[in-house]
């Protein structure tokens, strides 16, 4: 039965909400309210103010006062070029280097949230739809680095009911569960010689979903009404992909085991790290116009060794289907944010903010499906107030990217795939947020 409530609530959040990847550090998203976008979510674990803390620390839902609907999201444009060369070197590939000319991975996508909240008495509860993790490169077919990586998407959408209590006046506390649904595909192409001595490709398609499984806690210290600091924690999560990997373009000859002529398989699978993180956020009405906020989040990469593509259909050796090992090698990071807000006039919101977002990516294991680099935030919004009851808020953000260098050989089912260059990124967001206070 609960399975089944689970299956039906998170169809329903797909059809409503259509999310898609990010523009992420390594493949983490940190803005999950469009208005907090506004100052780069800078003490969104203390603000308290609005219906996204259920998501941000549930220990701040005890401070609304009345029932909230927060619905938005942000448009994110990215900008993903490589420069450099790809070799192949194996059964049936070339050897030769191919330049490619600044190829872009990026494009257009949504990524939108809903956010609620109830308090009563001394208790509040919530729940939310996220996407706290996401990332997508798609680099077409019609450039070498197709035998690296064509389309490489991770999609995680969360529901995430909380429940918190206060305390006293100054002390809160919050937990919430996280039921997070996660897509993956990873795609990449063969060069080979077909039965008419003929040079074409094979491209491999493996996907997979799984349903996973974690927590989000908080606690919240009010100094005063104007005052006060947050602290939240989000476990560890780990999904085990399963799916289905097929060959498709002119296979005619390509298996080499007339044995096992396979050109699909649903053994596929995969297990994608979710990993813990912390945020410390900080919160000061400093005048009653000016607001003040910080935040430092602290997220435990190291938990991400490589990624493993299990059973994955080859036309080459003499088993048709082989595990891809993607070494990876993650580093713990930090993300820091500092913004403020402006009560303008009664009605009109001024926000800006700021941050310095690490890579947990290097140099050695650094690929074309995660080109990552460390980068700066600037950010900048509005809110209006329409009635005393409902606000709309409009928040702009622009990535500054350094440039990652990539260096990396990958063995790829007994062909080595070599991408040599480097990718320079940036990513301009665009966000929208309702909220109703009922």
């Keep these: 039965m609960l399975k089944n409530i689970i299956y039906k609530a998170t169809a329903l959040s797909l059809v409503a909400l259509s999310p898609y990847a990010s523009f992420a550090s390594a493949y983490q998203i940190f803005e999950q309210d469009a208005a907090s976008l506004g100052t780069y979510h800078a003490g969104s674990a203390a603000q308290a103010n609005d219906a996204s803390t259920q998501w941000y620390n549930p220990a701040g839902m005890v401070n609304l006062k009345s029932q909230q609907i927060s619905v938005g999201g942000e448009l994110v444009n990215t900008n993903i070029r490589f420069t450099g060369t790809q070799q192949n070197v194996g059964q049936m590939a070339s050897g030769n280097p191919e330049p490619v000319n600044g190829v872009n991975g990026g494009g257009l996508t949504p990524v939108p949230n809903i956010h609620y909240v109830l308090p009563f008495d001394r208790w509040a509860f919530g729940i939310g739809i996220v996407a706290p993790f996401g990332a997508e490169t798609d680099y077409g077919d019609s450039s070498p680095l197709k035998y690296s990586g064509t389309k490489t998407q991770l999609q995680v959408i969360d529901i995430t009911p909380a429940i918190a209590f206060k305390v006293n006046k100054y002390l809160s506390l919050g937990i919430g569960a996280d039921i997070a649904y996660v897509t993956g595909e990873f795609d990449n192409a063969f060069a080979y010689v077909n039965q008419s001595f003929q040079p074409v490709d094979i491209n491999v398609k493996n996907k997979g979903d799984a349903f996973t499984f974690g927590f989000h806690t908080g606690v919240l210290v009010n100094f005063n009404e104007s005052n006060r600091i947050g602290l939240t924690y989000h476990s560890k999560m780990t999904a085990d992909l399963k799916g289905s990997t097929t060959m498709s373009g002119d296979t005619s000859g390509v298996v080499l085991n007339p044995q096992t002529p396979y050109t699909s398989g649903d053994n596929f699978s995969t297990e994608i790290v979710l990993p813990a993180w912390w945020d410390l956020a900080y919160y000061i009405k400093a005048t ?78 650094r690929n074309i499906q995660i080109p990552d680099q460390s980068r700066f935030i600037l950010a900048t919004g509005v809110e209006y107030r329409v009635l005393k009851s409902l606000s709309i808020a409009l928040s702009y953000a622009h990535f500054f990217v350094q440039r990652a260098s990539i260096d990396n050989t990958q063995n790829i089912t007994d062909t080595y795939q070599t991408t040599k260059g480097y990718v320079q990124s940036s990513a301009d967001l665009l966000g929208l947020q309702l909220k109703w206070i009922i």
Excluded: E, H, R
Excluded at 336 to 345: K, Q, S, W
């Design 288 to 365: 009653s116009d000016l607001a003040l906020m910080a935040s430092a989040s602290y997220t435990q990469w190291d938990s991400v060794n490589n990624v493993t593509l299990k059973n994955v259909v080859t036309p080459f050796g003499t088993q048709n289907f082989q595990d891809v090992i993607i070494q990876q090698d993650f580093s713990n990071t930090w993300n820091f944010a500092i913004g403020a807000t402006y009560d303008l006039t009664p009605k009109w919101i001024l926000k800006a903010g700021a941050g310095y977002d690490m890579t947990p990516t290097n140099d050695q294991y």
